[in-house]
């Protein structure tokens, strides 16, 4: 279905992917939905499973957790030496992405998004963690884990100020890779508004050529997928709809027929993102 990445950690990956899923499942969308790898704790996973209200076991949904809250690798060397044993030594930008099997313990994590996808017959929104060039081993980075999954990309980015060099060398890393990118969501994960919201999103949807998806307000409750947010998140479905429709048509499911997405009573779904609702 998608991969769902950030610039950064703390952006709000996964409330953005929780909401994202619980608001296809209640269109009719048999999705499922993934945290692949997770560190310090499993927070995040059971927050997905638990707001979405799914039944999928935590270890398909989080397979592969290290206990200290390090980056992945650290964590791994510190936890589990073995997993770091590939050898190192090509750049970011000429290597091609790792065959499945050939970096350590990648297969768990496939083993995993199999499973959930014999449990969901309309795909599985799989979430990052940190950004694409996060490495999840010596060798394998996360942008290896998308390019293998072959799921269209959505950023999860800040209002900030840098948030459009950030934004575009996430979108730059991708497109090296070939990666297909659905669009961005600009999310206020923190109070207060970044100025001049609407030249931000206008310059990188211009020099990336990807589509704003949507821009989502600072919402004080940020432990539960409500009614407001989910209404935000509609709008974000609505403007997926072409991926939506194709990922469907290839999964075979029947609820295509369905054409489920609309955009809620009240609000606006237009591409102009001075029109969307903040």
């Known amino acids: 279905m998608f991969f769902i990445t950030g610039t950064d950690t703390g952006v709000g990956k996964t409330i953005i992917t929780a909401g994202l899923t619980l608001t296809l499942r209640k269109l009719g969308y048999d999705v499922g939905v993934m945290k692949p790898v997770s560190t310090g704790d499993r927070t ?3 927050f997905l499973i638990k707001a979405v209200g799914l039944d999928d076991p935590i270890d398909l949904v989080n397979p592969i957790h290290f206990k200290h809250p390090l980056a992945p690798t650290i964590a791994a060397k510190l936890e589990h030496p073995a997993l770091c044993s590939a050898k190192s030594g090509t750049s970011l930008r000429l290597r091609k992405a790792i065959p499945l099997g050939q970096a350590p313990d990648t297969k768990k994590i496939f083993t995993a998004y199999r499973k959930l996808k014999a449990r969901h017959k309309d795909g599985v929104l799989v979430e990052g963690i940190g950004g694409i060039l996060v490495p ?6 996360v942008i290896d884990l998308i390019k293998e999954l072959h799921l269209p990309l959505i950023i999860v980015t ?6 459009i060099n950030h934004t575009l060398m996430t979108i730059e890393a991708a497109r090296q890779r070939r990666i297909k990118i659905a669009g961005f969501i600009i999310n206020h994960s ?4 970044v100025s001049r919201l609407k030249e931000t999103i206008e310059t ?6 990807v589509p704003c998806l949507g821009a989502i307000p600072y919402l004080k409750n940020r ?5 407001d947010l989910q209404d935000f998140i509609s709008v974000i479905c609505a403007n997926l709809r072409p991926h939506l429709l194709k990922s469907v048509a290839h999964s075979g499911s029947r ?3 369905k054409n489920p997405l609309s955009v809620p009573v009240g609000v606006v779904n237009v591409k102009s993102p001075t029109s969307r609702p903040l």
């Open 44 to 46: 995040d996973a059971e």
């Open 223 to 227: 432990t539960q997928i409500n009614a």
């Open 190 to 193: 923190q109070p207060g508004r």
């Open 136 to 141: 999840l081993t010596k060798d394998y980075l």
């Open 255 to 257: 609820c295509i027929k």
């Open 158 to 163: 800040r209002p900030d100020l840098g948030t």
């Open 204 to 209: 990188i949807e211009r020099i990336g050529r």
